[in-house]
Nanobody, 127 residues
Framework: QVQLVESGGGLVQAGGSLRLSCAAS????????MGWFRQAPGKEREFVGA????????YYADSVRGRFIISRDNAESTVYLQMNSLKPEDTAIYYC????????????????????WGQGTLVTVSS
């Protein structure tokens, strides 16, 4: 098992930046592919981005590509989500998730492919 704890959320003006962190404990962090998802009020959870175990494969939702950057530090058991040029529509609770299975193609985008989830951190972008 792995436990995930997100941090770094907060209130930011449109155009600003935030960096979210997700610290993992438990099993070897490098054994997990990691994903970021978000859920806005009244909306379904949606995929934001993901990074493979080695960090060599990275995936982004179209809505954040070019603005958000995912990275991981396996030595620190942490995955990051650098969010730039934030927009009010980025307002949501952001969750990190860990997948113990090998993921391929579109499976990275599916919440059901991930085994463990953090509690979430709230990001609010004001206009």
């Amino acid at each position: 098992q792995v436990q995930l704890v997100e941090s770094g959320g907060g209130l930011v003006q449109a155009g600003g930046s935030l960096r979210l962190s997700c610290a993992a404990s438990g099993r070897t962090f490098s054994a997990y592919g990691m994903g970021w998802f978000r859920q806005a009020p009244g909306k379904e959870r949606e995929f934001v981005g993901a990074i493979s175990r080695s960090g060599l494969r990275i995936y982004y939702a179209d809505s954040v590509r070019g603005r958000f950057i995912i990275s991981r530090d396996n030595a620190e058991s942490t995955v990051y989500l650098q969010m730039n040029s934030l927009k009010p529509e980025d307002t949501a609770i952001y969750y990190c998730a860990a997948a113990s299975k090998d993921l391929y193609g579109s499976s990275w985008y599916l919440g059901s492919a991930y085994d463990y989830w953090g509690q979430g951190t709230l990001v609010t972008v004001s206009s």
